[in-house]
């Protein structure tokens, strides 16, 4: 079930949402949480019902390993240390088998004269987010910062709807702490009108802003075997901005959902393409995630504490696995490898004592991000090396002929260069909007700092009304958040 579809919008969520209240009202708090987890995994087998034993069997094996692992005792057969390993290696494994296989098999036959058959595994929707939110958990539980709470409120925490799909991943302590308070069992209206508020800006970024770009994007990447200079500028940056709308858009729609339900998901999207560097970009763009492979994978490594060379190292290692986790692919490897080196350069930058004036900073850090995305997209590398090649100019710098017409004072040259000019397939309106998507992003507020900002009234009333209407009428093609393929 999709956040942006009829059923969940007029059936599923507020059903859900005034049956949980309506339990917690005659104080039946446990089954309104069994409630809620019950509606959670309706809302997961919605999309795909074989799925489901398998997210029953990891929450089961992994609440096991957590309460465990938050016994202060020392175990006497197995050391928490090595069961820690054993509850990580499991997930990985599990993680693995079903992203992964294909990609290992294909990579051993081309590397060899076997011929092993594929796999042709579908992808579990969710399995790299519920798995990483819940190795967080058990690696929490060793640390000694989660409570033992009973398998019902791990099952709420992990199957949570808002969150359970793509996001944000949130820490057993964020969480339980609000389910567990008793103000929280109880309607909110000012909570209600700004979850509305938050979602309904996130319905339309993903219906109307995202799911537009996605024409230009896929006519570019997927439709054309050639792309001229503008074409393939228009292509880039219309995924760009996609994959900008259409992720935010569904942090939005989360947060704005579990707001409904008086819990405040960790905000997950921070104006990313402000960002005037690097390191400043992975602190606003799936914020959580960059906290994950911080947290996880690059201090465990040795962080910034061993001295340069291994910070550089561990910023590679960390980069190409978050690549990898993206997707089982070489482009993803690659894309995460021009993450981690830009990291090490701009480290690298700051140990020298360089500045750089803000505006160029910015212009650097935005194409960089948006020729990296090129990689991010491209099913594969001939793909990507078509959008690239059109964008410095490979394939000539096409117009399209109303441009032509206004053109009119170079005819001379136009007239001597005809097979740079005049052949444009599409972009003009694809560049434009996103010209003024760089605007949008690079200027205005963004949906955190207005949600801050809001308080009911019949104006912003008016203003969550019109918005959603509008975008009913553009919801003629559900289409999926690109962050379900991760």
């Not at 999709?2 to 005659?26: D, E, G």
């Not at 710098?397 to 170079?410: A, G, I, P, R």
């Not at 097979?419 to 003024?436: C, P």
């Amino acid at each position: 079930m999709l956040f942006n579809s009829y059923p969940f919008i007029f059936a599923f969520l507020p059903l859900t949402f005034f049956i949980y209240f309506y339990l917690n009202s005659k104080r039946l708090t446990e089954l309104s949480k069994g409630f809620l987890v019950f509606s959670s995994l309706f809302f997961y087998s919605w999309w795909n019902i074989a799925y489901l034993p398998l997210i029953l069997c990891s929450m089961l094996f992994n609440y096991i390993i957590g309460v465990s692992l938050s016994k202060k005792q020392e175990h006497k057969k197995v050391s928490k240390k090595t069961l820690l390993l054993i509850g990580i290696s499991i997930n990985l494994l599990s993680l693995g088998y079903f992203k992964y296989s294909d990609f290992f098999i294909s990579n051993i036959n081309a590397m060899t004269t076997l011929h092993v058959e594929l796999l042709h595994l579908a992808l579990p929707l969710a399995i790299s987010f519920f798995t990483f939110q819940q190795i967080a958990y058990i690696v929490d539980s060793y640390r000694g910062e989660t409570k033992e709470y009973d398998f019902l409120n791990y099952a709420l925490f992990v199957t949570f709807f808002p969150q359970l799909i793509a996001g944000p991943i949130v820490h057993h302590k964020e969480m339980m702490p609000q389910f567990a308070n008793i103000r929280n069992k109880t309607k909110n209206y000012k909570n209600i009108a700004t979850g509305l508020f938050i979602f309904s800006i996130g319905l339309f970024k993903k219906v109307v802003i995202a799911d537009t770009f996605a024409i230009w994007a896929n006519a570019g990447f997927d439709h054309s075997n050639v792309l001229s200079f503008f074409e393939a500028w228009a292509t880039s940056l219309s995924y760009t901005f996609e994959l900008y709308f259409d992720f935010s858009g569904y942090t939005d729609m989360a947060i704005g959902a579990a707001l409904l339900f008086n819990i405040k998901l960790p905000i997950n999207f921070n104006s990313p393409y402000k960002a005037t560097d690097i390191q400043d970009f992975w602190r606003r763009w799936h914020i959580t995630l960059s906290r994950f492979l911080r947290d996880y994978i690059y201090i465990p490594l040795g962080g910034n504490r061993k001295g340069k060379f291994r910070t550089y190292y561990n910023l590679m290692v960390t980069f190409i696995l978050g690549g990898l986790w993206h997707g089982a692919g070489w482009t993803f490897v690659f894309w995460g490898s021009l993450h981690g080196v830009a990291l090490v350069i701009h480290r690298l930058w700051k140990s020298f004592g360089f500045t750089m004036h803000r505006y160029l900073a910015w212009f650097i850090t935005f194409n960089f991000v948006n020729i990296a995305w090129v990689f991010f997209r491209a099913k594969e590398w001939s793909e990507a090396k078509k959008v690239l090649w059109g964008m410095v100019g490979g394939n000539g710098v096409m117009v399209s002929d109303k441009t032509l017409y206004k053109l009119s004072f170079l005819r001379d040259f136009i007239a001597s260069n005809p097979q740079n000019f005049g052949r444009l397939q599409f972009g003009t309106s694809a560049f434009v909007w996103s010209i003024v998507g760089i605007f949008v992003v690079a200027r205005l507020q963004n949906s955190t700092d207005m949600a801050s900002r809001f308080s009911p009234s019949y104006k912003n009333l008016l203003f969550i009304s019109a918005i959603i209407i509008y975008t009913m009428f553009d919801m003629n093609k559900i289409s999926e958040f690109l962050y379900f393929n991760f």
